[in-house]
């Protein structure tokens, strides 16, 4: 298990003589470095059949309304599976060192047991295109996506299928394991167990089925645990790097001193506690886990403390809930178009609260949906400094990642949520059009790293250092954040 830079008293002894000193600290013996990049999973930005998302999309709800809005359907997207040469060069136009995306099980396993070999070789050059630019890939083992058939036999809510789960990540190790920086075993199965068995917005679209939201959740971690073992048993495991994505988000309640706060509390207080990061921390530090229901006794398991090398931390902003039970802010609050609530406090709070499993924490999203492009600017002025203030308190945060980097299909929202560094809608084919905000996060990446260097040595040359006593703004960053010129307009 790794150790944070704040907990090992032998880096308090160093010394460092000059700016470029700092920039090469190490911790345990390797380079300490900090990484920038963007994620995509390909399943948003290709599409694919046989499927549990291109099965759900031809759906209806139980009201007879599409599951997509608008009844739209993912198609092939943007294309990233035929323009990702392209796209690449965008991704280093940014002053990218690493580029996060999804491994579709679906595309390798298409049915059960039987391997498309040219989708396997599509990786391999995907992947070598990342490593001749010089990104270091990224890989998700599952990003919401999985094959029909495995679904059909009852997907994660049945714990007999850890197995399929686990050979098709053996099968991906194998396969690509020489080329891959980090592997994810899942991208964010919080959400998944709420939107699929809670709120009904992904397969299978129920509403308030507890029971099998706290199964899907625990048999999601223990498949984590099974292919991490079976994944480092391998040749080559034990130097490779494997953890987990955990999205972290706050509910609260807009006006907590109003009359109607008295029934919005209780809503406020149950949506954290389902959104399961509290669970999810004890699990991964314990392996205890606590499923609570409002009306059923809590459902526990007592497992071995997972393997885990590094976590993951998606984080985009806060909700604050009305009298109406709506996602709303205040002046001076501002509302991205998912709709979340700017918080930028909120990215350092999520750090702090992810070190506490005693490892590397990685920035595998963040970003904001804003289709004008005029509030892209001040997300990137006020989150990233916080980013950074928690390397210099001491956080062992090893990178950031910017959700995304082409407009696509974002879920049961279809193409209307704008992610994308990039314009794109359907009919644009490799069309792409850089927004106003581009070029400034690349100026912004391209000193970063080495910014993080050198916080991230003061951190351990200082310390002890007080940690402060409650969330803060940010002074305002030293970052060189001047745009870079028009050569990011590929």
């Known amino acids: 298990m790794h150790t944070p830079v704040t907990a090992s008293p032998d880096h308090s002894r160093r010394s460092f003589d000059s700016d470029e000193e700092l920039g090469r600290n190490t911790v345990g013996g390797q380079d300490w470095e900090f990484l920038v990049g963007t994620a995509i999973s390909v399943y948003q930005n290709s599409g694919g059949g046989g499927n549990n998302w291109s099965e759900f999309e031809n759906q209806t709800t139980r009201f007879g309304q599409p599951t997509i809005e608008g009844g739209q359907k993912c198609g092939k997207s943007n294309n990233f599976w035929d323009f990702y040469e392209d796209d690449i060069k965008r991704v280093v136009s940014l002053q990218s060192t690493c580029f996060r995306l999804s491994l579709e099980w679906s595309r390798i396993e298409p ?75 899942f991208n964010e199965a919080n959400v998944m167990a709420f939107c699929g068995w809670l709120y009904g917005q992904f397969p299978p679209a129920l509403f308030g089925n507890f029971k099998l939201a706290g199964r899907h959740l625990l048999t999601q971690y223990r498949s984590h645990s099974a292919a991490y073992k079976a994944m480092k048993a391998l040749p080559g495991g034990a130097k490779s790097r494997i953890g987990i994505v955990h999205n972290v988000m706050r509910y609260e309640v807009l006006r907590p001193e109003a009359f109607s706060a008295r029934w919005v509390i ?89 070190s506490t499993l005693n490892m590397p924490v990685y920035i595998t999203e963040t970003g904001i949906a804003d289709a004008k492009g005029d509030r892209r600017p001040l997300w990137l002025q006020t989150y990233i400094p916080e980013v950074e203030r928690a390397v210099r308190d001491g956080y062992d945060v090893r990178g950031l990642m910017y959700w995304t980097l082409v407009d696509n299909f974002e879920w049961a929202h279809g193409f209307s949520i704008k992610f994308g560094l990039y314009e ?67």
């Open 111 to 185: 049915e059960e047991g039987k391997i498309d070999m040219e989708a396997v070789k599509h990786y391999h050059d995907i992947f070598d295109c990342l490593l001749r630019n010089n990104l270091k890939p990224i890989v998700t083992l599952h990003h919401f996506v999985h094959p029909l058939w495995f679904d059909k036999k009852g997907g994660f809510t049945n714990e007999a299928n850890i197995p399929y789960f686990v050979n098709f990540c053996q099968t991906a190790f194998k396969e690509y394991h020489e080329k891959v920086h980090l592997w994810i075993t």
């Open 424 to 490: 794109w809608a359907p009919g644009d084919g490799s069309k792409r059009v850089p927004r106003a905000a581009t070029p400034l996060l690349a100026g912004i990446f391209r000193e970063l790293p080495a910014q993080m260097r050198r916080a991230h040595a003061r951190a351990i040359k200082e310390r002890p250092f007080k940690k402060p006593a409650a969330p803060q703004p940010s002074p305002q960053s030293v970052l060189d954040v001047r745009p870079l010129d028009a050569s990011h307009n590929v």
């Open 266 to 354: 209780p809503v406020v207080e149950w949506l954290n506690r389902v959104w399961a990061t509290d669970l999810t921390l004890d699990y991964f530090r314990t392996g205890h886990f606590c499923w609570q229901s409002p009306w059923a006794a809590p459902y526990t398991a007592q497992d071995e403390v997972p393997g885990l090398d590094f976590v993951g931390m998606n984080y985009y902003g806060k909700v604050s809930i009305d009298w109406r039970y709506q996602s709303a802010a205040l002046p001076p609050g501002v509302m991205t178009d998912m709709p979340f609530q700017l918080d930028a406090v909120g990215i350092y709070e999520g750090l702090k609260l992810m």
